[in-house]
C-alpha cells in the first residue's frame, strides 16, 4: 500500500540529516510556545496523543516537508482547537494577521476551555486478560495494514519476516484511539528483522533492526531454517 510522506523510515531521495553541536530544545521562542500549548490540550482532554499525532501526519506532502517540526505541532494543534469548537476555520490565520498589522493579541477565555477528564493520565499501559498470542523466538510476518489512518506500522517493515525477542504487556491501540473508536488494547511485542530482510542483500551484514509491535500487525510466520530465535533484545 502508498506510505504517506510522514512515514520516512527507509526512503530514500532526501538530503542527508545535519546534525547541529550543541543544539537548543527550541530554536526560537514561539517554538516553546507551541510545545505547551500542545500538551495542555492533551491535559485537557482535548485530543488523546494518537488523536494528536494523526493530526500532525495529516499535512499533504509539501506542507509536511515545508512547515518543520514545531510548524506541524501548530498546524495540529489549530486542527484540534477546531474540532473542539474553539477556534473557527481560519480564526487563527486571521488573529495573526490582525497582529503583524499591529492589533494587539485577543485573550482567550480560561473558561471556554473544558476541564481535564477526572483521572486524567497520559499513561497506555493497560490490563487485559488475554494472553499474548506470540511468543519469545517466534517468527512473525507484518501485516500489510490500511495506511490511510494512523498507525504505527512502520511502513519498511510491512510484508518482513521477524523474530519476537520481548513482550511489554498490553497497551493502548494507536490505530482506534486515534479515531475515537476505542482503546482496544492489545498486547506489544519487539520484534527483531534482520537487515537484509529489511533493504536486501546490499544491506550491511550481521546488522538487525528492532521494531516494537502491536498484535493485530503480526501473523505467525514459519522459522527459517537454521534460524535461532532469543529472549533478549
Excluded: K
Amino acid at each position: 500500500m502508498a506510505r504517506r510522506i510522514h512515514d520516512m523510515g527507509g526512503m530514500t531521495g532526501f538530503e542527508a540529516i545535519e546534525v547541529e553541536q550543541d543544539e537548543p530544545v527550541f530554536h526560537e521562542r514561539w517554538e516553546g510556545r507551541v510545545f505547551g500549548l500542545f500538551n495542555l490540550a492533551l491535559a485537557f482532554g482535548l485530543a488523546n496523543v494518537d488523536r494528536a499525532r494523526a493530526a500532525v501526519e495529516s499535512h499533504e506532502r509539501d506542507a509536511y516537508l515545508g512547515l518543520g517540526y514545531y510548524g506541524r505541532w501548530l498546524e495540529a494543534a489549530a486542527r484540534i482547537f477546531e474540532d473542539n469548537g474553539l477556534l473557527r476555520p481560519g480564526e487563527l490565520d486571521a488573529r495573526a494577521q490582525a497582529v503583524r498589522e499591529g492589533a494587539q493579541p485577543t485573550p482567550v477565555d480560561p473558561l471556554a476551555i473544558p476541564p481535564a477528564p477526572p483521572g486524567f493520565s497520559l499513561s497506555a499501559r493497560r490490563t487485559i486478560e488475554r494472553a499474548p498470542l506470540f511468543h519469545l523466538g517466534q517468527s512473525v510476518r507484518a501485516r500489510d495494514v490500511d495506511a490511510s489512518g494512523h498507525t504505527r506500522l512502520p511502513g519498511y517493515v510491512r510484508g518482513r519476516r521477524g523474530v519476537v525477542v520481548a513482550q511489554y504487556g498490553a497497551w493502548v491501540f494507536p490505530d482506534t484511539h486515534a479515531r475515537g473508536e476505542g482503546e482496544s488494547p492489545q498486547h506489544v511485542y519487539c520484534v527483531r528483522f534482520e537487515g537484509r530482510e529489511l533493504w536486501g542483500a546490499e544491506a550491511e551484514a550481521h546488522t538487525a533492526t528492532h521494531v516494537d509491535l502491536f498484535e493485530s500487525y503480526l501473523d505467525a510466520a514459519p522459522q527459517a531454517a537454521g534460524e535461532m530465535g532469543t529472549t533478549t533484545v
